[in-house]
């Protein structure tokens, strides 16, 4: 059974800077895609950012772009989440997420096999 703890959450201003972490515990982490989704209130949970195993591909969400980077480390069985230039629109509990299907579409939850409990992010006008 693979575990994930989320770190890292808190409250920025608007254009501020946050970096999350997750730590998986109990896998193989060096053999899993990893995710990073967020929910926030009344709303569903959305893609975030995405990275394959080896961590050579990487993949983001269309309201991310060019702020967030995703990135692994597998020697420390954690991937993070560089969030720059925030904005009160990113306010949200941000979950991290393993999968070993393979999936072509890591954009999917559904594809993921174990979830962190989350970490709050609340970006401040």
């Known amino acids: 059974q693979v575990q994930l703890v989320e770190s890292g959450g808190g409250l920025v201003q608007a254009g501020g800077s946050l970096r999350l972490s997750c730590v998986a515990s109990?896998?193989?982490?060096?053999?899993?895609?990893m995710g990073w989704f967020r929910q926030a209130p009344g709303k569903e949970r959305e893609f975030v950012a995405a990275?394959?195993?080896?961590?050579?591909?990487?993949y983001n969400g269309a309201s991310v772009k060019g702020r967030f980077t995703i990135s692994r480390d597998n020697a420390k069985n954690t991937v993070y989440l560089q969030m720059n230039n925030l904005k009160p629109e990113d306010t949200a509990v941000y979950y991290c997420?393993?999968?070993?299907?393979?999936?072509?579409?890591?954009?999917?939850?559904?594809?993921?096999?174990?979830w962190g409990q989350g970490t709050q992010v609340t970006v401040s006008p």
């Open positions: 997420a393993a999968s070993f299907k393979r999936a072509t579409y890591l954009y999917i939850e559904s594809m993921y096999n174990y």
């Open positions: 109990g896998g193989t982490f060096s053999s899993y895609d």
């Open positions: 990275v394959r195993w080896s961590g050579d591909r990487t």
